[in-house]
């Protein structure tokens, strides 16, 4: 197939000769077209991240361009599940962080398909989509098998709000396999960035290298460099999944069946609050700033305050490490660069007081959730001044909404909020009582250094995938 002349370059066909719809099925999922391979085991996923921003008189969206199906009808055929979408970068520059939080939701759904393995995920990014690759090679989450990136857009021009530059955490994780494709033809401005990410990658980095390639080489240049550069592209993506580029996975697939537009909300368990549904993930928040808690949320930070509001500001349980019950810990002191030891591993004990000088009982602790041990890890890196570290324990489009109301979004913000605070050893504060519910942990604290003194405080974190991807507070 040669490129056609009178199209416009994004409605150029794909350099492979691939039949669309051979060997391979389309189903619409949402937002989001799910390219099936033939038979019904459950496989591995790449997800296709298209470029930005896109012409002004663009006719038709990224994920119906003929380069995309291309690479999805490849890799269908292969015997891989592959997803395209479109999402908010392909309006400008501008909408980066909406395309950030488009891309988390579509990872969202393609992991909640019966026929995805959601622990066998690609990612794929090409040109402006380089933009928002550093979030995910700087998180590293389990499931990531692998991140591809294509003639990739890597340094933000300027005006627009950086996201995490790829090039400062690209073998942060040595773990995470890497493959940038790099056209030797790339334009000046891109070629720059491209180069130091190179430099900073080291052995961390797989490249495919198209000498003659321009940017957009897989729609552009039809010529036997670039599809032997895209079939090794395909190739190695596949094999990251860990299955032979050529041999489908015969793995059942499961029974459950997931709503075509939107993923399941976690739920607060009926022992906290009957009937009422936890926070959307922060993605699906990033719709709602400034909004009231949910009635789920209140429920439980009611229940919390009024702890915060007994005799010595420690509530008794009845019964603990019941579901939904208030842990009563053994008052914590902490402070940045003072890890208090029980705050690093998230573990909280109980103590009662029996009413006589100098004697006092201990109950049993509630037992440790996923979600506990990851706030635990977020706590010992916050006392131990180490920003990375905390960071590391956030979703990238992670919401943290202050007591006064004021919404973050996404570790820049983050990063740019608890910087200083870490360099002013700022953060003295004791640790009251924990609840777990679920995949939230809801703590007491009393926070010390403040100008209004000791300040009673209500944090509740919200852990999804091994990731805190909500924190509310409440003074």
Wanted: no cysteine.
């Amino acid at each position: 197939m040669t490129r056609m002349t009178d199209l416009p370059p994004y409605l150029q066909p794909f350099v492979l000769d691939v039949a669309q719809g051979a060997e391979h099925r389309v189903d619409r999922v949402g937002e989001l077209d799910f390219h099936r391979p033939a038979g019904t085991a459950r496989t591995g996923a790449i997800l296709l991240i298209h470029g930005g921003p896109g012409p002004a008189d663009l006719e038709v969206r990224p994920r119906g361009w003929p380069v995309y199906q291309g690479y999805a009808a490849a890799i269908a055929q292969r015997g891989q599940v592959a997803v395209t979408f479109d999402h908010s970068l392909i309006r400008g520059l501008d909408q980066l962080t909406t395309a950030a939080d488009d891309v988390e939701a579509a990872v969202g759904l393609l992991r909640a398909d019966p026929q995805v393995d959601p622990e066998q995920v690609v990612l794929w990014f090409f040109s402006g989509a380089g933009l928002l690759a550093g979030e995910w090679l700087d998180s590293r989450p389990d499931w990531l098998r692998a991140i591809a990136l294509s003639y990739p857009l890597l340094a933000t021009p300027p005006g627009v709000d950086e996201l995490v530059s790829a090039a400062e955490v690209i073998g942060k994780h040595k773990d995470l396999p890497v493959l940038l494709t790099r056209v030797g033809r790339e334009r000046e401005e891109l070629a720059g960035p491209v180069a130091e990410f190179v430099s900073a990658g080291g052995a961390a980095l797989d490249i495919i290298d198209v000498p003659k390639g321009q940017h957009g080489f897989d729609m552009l240049d039809h010529s036997e460099e670039s599809r032997a550069a895209v079939t090794k592209a395909l190739d190695w993506a596949i094999a990251h999944l860990g299955e032979d580029p050529s041999t489908p996975s015969q793995l059942p697939i499961p029974t459950t069946t997931i709503p075509a537009t939107t993923t399941q909300p976690s739920k607060i368990p009926a022992s906290a609050a009957a009937g009422t549904a936890a926070p959307a993930s922060a993605r699906g928040a990033a719709a709602t700033t400034g909004t009231a808690a949910p009635r789920a949320t209140a429920a439980v930070a009611g229940e919390a305050a009024r702890g915060a509001a007994a005799p010595g500001g420690i509530a008794s349980p009845s019964t603990a490490g019941e579901p939904g019950r208030f842990a009563a810990p053994a008052r914590q002191t902490t402070s940045n660069g003072a890890a208090a030891a029980s705050s690093a591993r998230g573990e909280a004990a109980t103590e009662t007081s029996s009413g006589e000088a100098g004697q006092s009982t201990s109950a049993a602790a509630p037992a440790e959730t996923a979600a506990s041990r990851v706030v635990g890890r977020e706590h010992a890196a916050y006392e131990a001044h180490d920003l990375e570290a905390f960071l590391a324990m956030y979703s990238p489009t992670a919401q943290l909404q202050l007591g006064d109301g004021a919404v973050m979004r996404g570790r820049r913000s983050l990063r740019e909020h608890y910087r200083p605070l870490f360099e002013a050893g700022q953060g003295k504060r004791e640790l009251v009582q924990r609840m777990l519910v679920g995949d939230w942990v809801v703590e007491q604290w009393i926070t010390h250094g403040t100008d209004h003194g000791p300040t009673p405080t209500i944090s509740l974190y919200q852990v999804q995938e091994g990731l805190i991807t909500e924190v509310r507070f409440l003074a």
